[in-house]
């Protein structure tokens, strides 16, 4: 079984900074790919951006140049460091982590708006 916890959302300004952080725990697979998902209201989940576990990166292109996905192994934590925020950047994010095999896992999401 595996477990992901979110922290670090907030409120920041636009242009400001942010990062978010899952804390993973439980037993996790070379193949496993760990995920950013979001959700604003009234729109669907959307990814942000994903890792595998040898460092690969995928980003939205909303995001590119803008967020930057990190994994420490030895932590098993996933961080999103989120820069030059903008007003749509505003939703909740999830963790996400998936593999081959089963359903995806989630965690309960942390908030993040970004408003003056």
């Known amino acids: 079984q595996v477990q992901l916890v979110e922290s670090g959302g907030g409120l920041v300004q636009p242009g400001g900074s942010l990062r978010v952080s899952c804390a993973v725990s439980?037993?996790?697979?070379?193949?496993?790919?760990m995920g950013w998902y979001r959700q604003a209201p009234g729109k669907q989940r959307e990814l942000v951006a994903s890792?595998?576990?040898?460092?690969?990166?995928n980003y939205a292109r909303s995001v590119k140049g803008r967020f930057t996905i990190s994994r420490d192994l030895a932590k098993n934590t996933v961080n999103l460091q989120m820069n030059s925020l903008k007003s749509e950047d505003t939703a909740v994010y999830y963790c996400?982590?998936?593999?081959?095999?089963?359903?995806?896992?989630w965690g309960q999401g942390t908030q993040v708006t970004v408003s003056s």
């Open positions: 996400n982590l998936r593999r081959d095999w089963g359903n995806p896992y």
């Open positions: 439980g037993v996790i697979f070379s193949s496993d790919v």
């Open positions: 890792i595998t576990v040898i460092g690969s990166t």
